[in-house]
């Protein structure tokens, strides 16, 4: 990967920063060449800052770092896209990300959550309590929460019939982690399905 710093006349490229987990674009940057190498050395975002004319560390004040996942360029080499694990909020407001209207994806939030309920085996959890019942309780659950979903979609009160369809796909992600897949595990087969390699 060799990004193209000598395109524009002061050496600096756009990077985009992703949250791995989420998918969420968090924040963008510019890195100049030695921004760029020590990303990649030291496995945490560094940019170029164009107002302090240096480079900086995201993170060096207030220790939310940038943990890099993954970097990637464009076609024309000229922008990159750095997949992160973000420790703390990314703004310097506080919030999660810099753009204010950007919609969170909470599903992956979520699996990550459920995920920790598994690992942790906390007495009072309601998730973790399934995972010690085992799969033939989890799949009971899943097939009593389709149920009441088809109840309430016969009926008119919105509000139920979103609740319980919340509570189906609840426990769909907890089926799916009990049988060691996740939400994108089922996405590559829904894209597989609608180029045609599968039969739909």
């Keep these: 990967m060799t990004p193209d710093f000598k395109k524009y006349t002061d050496g600096l490229l756009p990077a985009i920063i992703q949250d791995e987990l989420t998918g969420n674009v968090?924040?963008?940057?510019y890195m100049n060449e030695s921004a760029f190498l020590q990303t990649q050395e030291c496995g945490q975002v560094i940019f170029y800052s164009r107002s302090k004319q240096r480079l900086w560390r995201k993170g060096e004040t207030s220790g939310n770092y940038l943990n890099v996942v993954k970097m990637s360029l464009d076609c024309d080499r000229d922008c990159l896209l750095i997949k992160v694990n973000p420790v703390g909020p990314v703004c310097h407001t506080g919030s999660e990300n810099c753009f204010s209207e950007l919609q969170l994806n909470f599903l992956p939030v979520l699996e990550n959550v459920i995920a920790q309920r598994r690992l942790n085996g906390n007495e009072q959890s309601?998730?973790?309590s399934l995972f010690r019942r085992g799969i033939n309780k989890i799949a009971q659950k899943v097939g009593?929460?389709?149920?009441?979903?088809v109840i309430e979609a016969k009926d008119n009160n919105d509000d139920l019939f979103?609740?319980?369809a919340a509570d189906l796909l609840f426990h769909y992600l907890i089926l799916l982690q009990a049988k060691g897949f996740s939400l994108k595990d089922i996405e590559a087969v829904l894209k597989a399905r609608n180029t045609?390699?599968?039969?739909?």
């Design 26 to 29: 968090l924040m963008l940057g």
């Design 196 to 200: 045609g390699s599968v039969p739909a």
């Design 144 to 149: 009593e929460e389709a149920v009441e979903l």
């Design 162 to 164: 979103k609740n319980e």
């Design 126 to 128: 309601y998730t973790s």
